[in-house]
């Protein structure tokens, strides 16, 4: 079946960490190690709740400086330079603009609350037709439902849609119900893969 939609995952993918140095830097301020810090912000139970909006993004940040021990006004700080090595990478969001519109394009991202309004701030929402995010739908990757979901937003079958994705499982899991995947490890070979695919 010839695909009609292409699908995204945001974090690692479209926006990804590409200087560990704030981050580490942020930890040993703390006297952490890079990995807790990581874990307290992405692997915390609130974290986990507040990807499947079981609570609002702020509940879960309040968690965060309670753990660190800083004021709710010092949080702002700590959080911008936690996120202060992370690139987006707008080559990816040219080229699902230009699919327009040949291809519906879509976002299934594991994401908190505040994901909607910062892709508008970022002016990124346009390369969508569709987005998909974990803490509005109530289910995350790899749930077979959160695929489903998209797809019923795009109004194609998964055997004509696509998804690229930097976990393995979710990539499995998508497989699962029909769509086709690719791992994104590195920009230029993912993207040779979709064109690939797309062009074939």
């Keep these: 079946m010839k695909i009609k939609a292409v699908f995204f995952d945001f974090g690692g993918v479209i926006q990804r960490t590409e200087f560990q140095a704030p981050r580490q830097k942020l930890a040993q301020r703390f006297g952490m190690e890079y990995e807790d810090m990581d874990n307290i912000v992405f692997n915390s139970p609130t974290a986990r709740q507040a990807t499947v909006g ?10 965060v400086a309670k753990r660190l021990k800083v004021s709710k006004g ?31 394009t879509g976002l299934i991202s594991n994401a908190w ?60 899991a998508c497989e699962a119900v029909g ?9 230029l070979k993912a993207m040779n893969e979709l064109r690939t695919l797309l062009e074939g």
Excluded: C
């Design 54 to 63: 079981e609570v609002p993004v702020e509940k879960h940040w309040e968690a």
């Design 74 to 104: 010092q949080m702002a700080v700590v959080e911008n330079e936690f996120f202060a090595g992370d690139v987006i990478d707008h080559a990816i969001v040219e080229y699902l603009r230009a699919l327009h519109p040949r291809y519906k």
């Design 113 to 172: 609350s505040d994901m909607r309004e910062y892709l508008v701030r970022q002016k990124l929402d346009d390369a969508f037709d569709t987005l998909t995010i974990s803490a509005e739908v109530g289910v995350a990757k790899p749930e077979a439902k959160i695929y489903q979901l998209a797809l019923e937003q795009a109004q194609v079958e998964a055997e004509a849609a696509v998804f690229v994705d930097d976990v393995p499982a979710n990539i499995e």
């Design 179 to 187: 769509m086709k995947g690719i791992l994104f490890r590195d920009p």
